[in-house]
């Protein structure tokens, strides 16, 4: 895997797009020590100082578009696998909030951010750009407070130092063996199990947010394909997109 790596750049999604142009067909792993506009999902910004693992890989694709839709949560079982590598006294406390927020004592640790770089005739099949942030090695005192999706860093959480490289060189492994299980197998028995059980909020209710508008539901779990089932009032819904909020109050609201 070819490595850029950038001490600032504005995002290493951004520059995980222009570089994969240049290198069509090979998997890159683009990093920077800050990004000064690091991009969320949802047009959220994502607040990147130093001492985070600010990542972005570029996969491209072996097979349809439409193979790769559970790739972001076969991404955060790969973050969590790492993280579990990396500070296996935290292994019980990592949580999957659906679809891809990692969770370490119910707050938000890492983020992951996947986009699809359409393929352009010559310059291959297109590819994923998976950018992850793992808030590691800084004080979470230096987060901007969010009261509705609270957050933490590694380093709060172990005794110890924890080491940006070393999360860095564990997160990419995990992930290009978890992408190539994903293209050979689907989420599959190497993937699901784990999902489903490190799946935060089962069994409590909660809201589920996306463009069509939001529900409330009790967690079931995931499907085979990686969708949340949400028993609500009306039956069972099944989520493909979206998110899961982590309160059970609706968006509008205030969290106090
Ligand atoms: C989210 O939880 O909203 C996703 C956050 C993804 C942040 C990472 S940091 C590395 C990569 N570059 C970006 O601009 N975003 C992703």
């Given at each position: 895997m070819r490595r850029f790596?950038?001490?600032?750049?504005?995002?290493?999604?951004?520059?995980?797009?222009?570089?994969?142009?240049?290198?069509?067909?090979?998997?890159?792993?683009?990093?920077?020590?800050?990004?000064?506009?690091?991009?969320?999902?949802?047009?959220?910004?994502?607040?990147?100082?130093?001492?985070?693992?600010?990542?972005?890989?570029?996969?491209?694709?072996?097979?349809?578009?439409?193979?790769?839709?559970?790739a972001s949560l076969a991404a955060a079982v790969a973050v969590t696998r790492a993280l579990q590598e990396i500070a296996p006294q935290c292994a019980g406390d990592l949580q999957i909030k659906w679809p891809n927020?990692?969770?370490?004592?119910?707050?938000?640790?890492?983020?992951?951010?996947?986009?699809?770089?359409?393929?352009?005739?010559?310059l291959g099949a297109g590819a994923l750009i998976i950018g992850i942030g793992i808030n590691a090695a800084f004080d979470p005192d230096r987060l901007q407070k969010d009261l509705?999706?609270?957050?933490?860093?590694?380093?709060?959480?172990?005794?110890?130092?924890?080491?940006?490289?070393?999360?860095?060189?564990?997160?990419?492994?995990?992930l290009s063996l978890a992408l190539t299980t994903l293209e050979n197998e689907g989420l599959g028995p190497a993937l699901l199990p784990e999902l489903r059980r490190r799946l935060a909020y089962v069994g409590a209710v909660r809201t589920w947010s996306a463009e069509k508008g939001v529900v409330a539901g009790r967690v079931v779990g995931v499907d085979a394909?990686?969708?949340?089932?949400?028993?609500?009032?009306?039956?069972?819904?099944?989520?493909?997109?979206?998110?899961?909020?982590?309160?059970?109050?609706t968006p509008g609201e205030d969290a106090l």
């Amino acid at each position: 895997m070819r490595r850029f790596h950038f001490d600032a750049t504005d995002s290493t999604n951004t520059q995980a797009r222009r570089l994969s142009e240049l290198h069509p067909g090979e998997v890159l792993l683009v990093t920077a020590a800050e990004q000064s506009s690091g991009r969320g999902r949802q047009g959220r910004t994502w607040h990147s100082p130093r001492g985070g693992a600010w990542m972005s890989i570029v996969w491209p694709l072996r097979k349809k578009p439409a193979e790769y839709a559970a790739a972001s949560l076969a991404a955060a079982v790969a973050v969590t696998r790492a993280l579990q590598e990396i500070a296996p006294q935290c292994a019980g406390d990592l949580q999957i909030k659906w679809p891809n927020d990692i969770l370490l004592n119910g707050e938000k640790v890492a983020g992951i951010l996947c986009e699809l770089q359409p393929g352009r005739g010559e310059l291959g099949a297109g590819a994923l750009i998976i950018g992850i942030g793992i808030n590691a090695a800084f004080d979470p005192d230096r987060l901007q407070k969010d009261l509705r999706h609270p957050a933490t860093t590694l380093q709060a959480a172990v005794e110890g130092p924890v080491i940006v490289e070393e999360v860095i060189t564990a997160v990419a492994h995990q992930l290009s063996l978890a992408l190539t299980t994903l293209e050979n197998e689907g989420l599959g028995p190497a993937l699901l199990p784990e999902l489903r059980r490190r799946l935060a909020y089962v069994g409590a209710v909660r809201t589920w947010s996306a463009e069509k508008g939001v529900v409330a539901g009790r967690v079931v779990g995931v499907d085979a394909a990686g969708r949340l089932l949400l028993d609500t009032d009306a039956g069972q819904v099944t989520c493909s997109a979206g998110e899961l909020l982590p309160d059970n109050s609706t968006p509008g609201e205030d969290a106090l």
